[in-house]
């Protein structure tokens, strides 16, 4: 099933866009069938199942948080996550970067926009981001590397609302890449696009989609 599952979704990846297989709450079994087939980048949304998943799988895993994040629970996936997708606060920010420090380590990550209708979604607005990457103590973070920008839209079947909001996340990714990263070939991601909506998220420009439950089927 993973199997098919997989060969179908890259089928219609293009080469520039990136799977990240999101594994949260289903056994490792599932996510070691998922690795035998190819896939190395894994995203989860609790620290606890990170932390528990990456010490039991093999060690060429790409570890992604994609879920909201507690500044105090950072220290425990210091040693080893790649991205986080869900950098919502500058206090959060700081955190990665201390704990990335301590393990003399860079971590990668995604700044979260809230793009959806919704107010139960995390992130950033524009204004906020400005205001961060203006700063003096921004600058001085060596341990963490903006890569981009991430963003959820409304839950609804309007497809019209949702590539709008994908939409919307682009034009922000441009205006950021533009003001504050034109030097940074690595600011390049786009996180953006679920099983449900994926398609559309690439038609709008995503260069990373976090697909669930079409690789691993539904969570109960
Ligand atoms: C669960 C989750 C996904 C994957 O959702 P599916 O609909 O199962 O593909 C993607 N992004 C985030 C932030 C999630 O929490």
């Known amino acids: 099933m993973i199997k098919e599952n997989l060969e179908q979704i890259r089928d219609h990846l293009p080469e520039n866009v990136t799977l990240v297989a999101v594994s949260k709450t289903k056994p490792i079994e599932l996510l070691q069938e998922a690795y035998d087939f190819g896939q ?3 995203g989860e949304n609790r620290v606890y199942e990170l932390v528990e998943k990456s010490a039991k799988l093999p ?3 790409e570890w992604h948080m994609i879920g909201h994040l507690q500044s105090k629970k950072v220290k425990s996936i210091g040693p080893f996550i790649h991205t986080i997708h869900s950098v919502d606060s500058f206090k959060l920010l700081k955190e990665i970067n201390k704990q990335a420090a301590k393990h003399e380590r860079s971590i990668r990550c995604l700044l979260q926009f809230h793009i959806a209708e919704e107010e139960t979604k995390y992130g950033y607005d524009l204004a906020e981001i400005r205001d961060m990457l203006n700063s003096s103590e921004f600058q001085d973070l060596q341990h963490v590397e903006i890569t981009g920008v991430m963003g959820m839209a409304t839950f ?5 609302q949702i590539r709008e909001e994908f939409r919307r996340l682009k034009t922000i990714f441009d205006s950021v890449k533009a003001e504050f990263f034109s030097e940074t070939p690595d600011f390049k991601e786009i996180s953006m696009g679920m099983s449900g909506d994926y398609e559309i998220a690439i038609s709008e420009g995503s260069t990373m989609v976090r ?6 089927g539904a969570r109960s």
């Open 59 to 61: 060690k060429d895993i």
């Open 40 to 42: 190395r980048i894994f």
């Open 211 to 216: 697909v669930g439950s079409s690789i691993f």
């Open 156 to 160: 609804t079947s309007d497809q019209r």
